[in-house]
């Protein structure tokens, strides 16, 4: 059974931070990429950031320069630090992870952003 554990969600007022973090565990077989999405009721789930195993990151162009991706391989988990937000970021947080052993999604997180 594979487990994705996030944490770091919460209220936070306009040009605050949150850092967001996500621990994989369970039947996981070579990792490739993990990231987060995002969604707000009546919406699609949304890219906000992914990193692959050597590091390479993708990022959806409204978080550039604002959100920074990690992840740490050898724990299997993976970080959002999230800074100058806005109350547009306001949004349930998934973490995602895609490995050889399938497409795993968290429980998600809230973000709420206060104007």
């Known amino acids: 059974q594979v487990q994705l554990v996030e944490s770091g969600g919460g209220l936070v007022q306009a040009g605050g931070s949150l850092r967001l973090a996500c621990a994989a565990s369970g039947s996981i077989f070579s990792i490739n990429a993990m990231g987060w999405y995002r969604q707000v009721p009546g919406k699609q789930r949304e890219l906000v950031a992914a990193?692959?195993?050597?590091?390479?990151?993708n990022y959806a162009d409204s978080m550039k320069g604002r959100f920074t991706i990690s992840r740490e391989n050898t724990k299997n988990m993976v970080f959002l630090q999230m800074n100058s937000l806005k109350p547009e970021d306001t949004a349930v947080y998934y973490c995602n992870v895609v490995a050889l052993s399938g497409n795993y999604w968290g429980q998600g997180t809230q973000v709420t952003v206060s104007s």
């Open positions: 990193i692959t195993s050597g590091g390479t990151t």
